[in-house]
Nanobody, 125 residues
Framework: QVLLVESGGGLVQAGGSLRLSCAASGLTFSNYNMGWFRQAPGKEREFVAAIMWSGGSTAYAESVKGRFTISRDNAKNTVYLQMNSLKPEDTGVYYC??????????????????WGQGAQVTVSS
């Protein structure tokens, strides 16, 4: 069974930082591009960041560019999202996702094959 488990969420004041981790099991981690998405209540799930299977390229939503950094450690089967200068509008459930396509990073929810359970991030003003 493929399992993606997020950790590191919580409550933080605006301007603060959090680091999310996503540990993967049940798949060959280096065969997958990885992404982070987020969803607020009543809203569509939206793309946040993605990283190529090798870690060689990344992509970010415009709303988080310059504040968030995605990285991965293939030896640990883990992908990370470092979130700095957090804003109240960053609040939501953050999901880790795996994409078996390796040639192009996808920003589409439907392109991803496996999803974690989500981690709540709340940023207070």
């Amino acid at each position: 069974q493929v399992l993606l488990v997020e950790s590191g969420g919580g409550l933080v004041q605006a301007g603060g930082s959090l680091r999310l981790s996503c540990a993967a099991s049940g798949l060959t981690f280096s065969n997958y591009n990885m992404g982070w998405f987020r969803q607020a209540p009543g809203k569509e799930r939206e793309f946040v960041a993605a990283i190529m299977w090798s870690g060689g390229s990344t992509a970010y939503a415009e709303s988080v560019k310059g504040r968030f950094t995605i990285s991965r450690d293939n030896a640990k089967n883990t992908v990370y999202l470092q979130m700095n200068s957090l804003k109240p509008e960053d609040t939501g459930v953050y999901y880790c996702a795996a994409d078996m396509s390796q040639l192009r990073l996808s920003r589409m929810v439907g392109a991803h094959d496996y999803w974690g359970q989500g981690a709540q991030v709340t940023v207070s003003s």
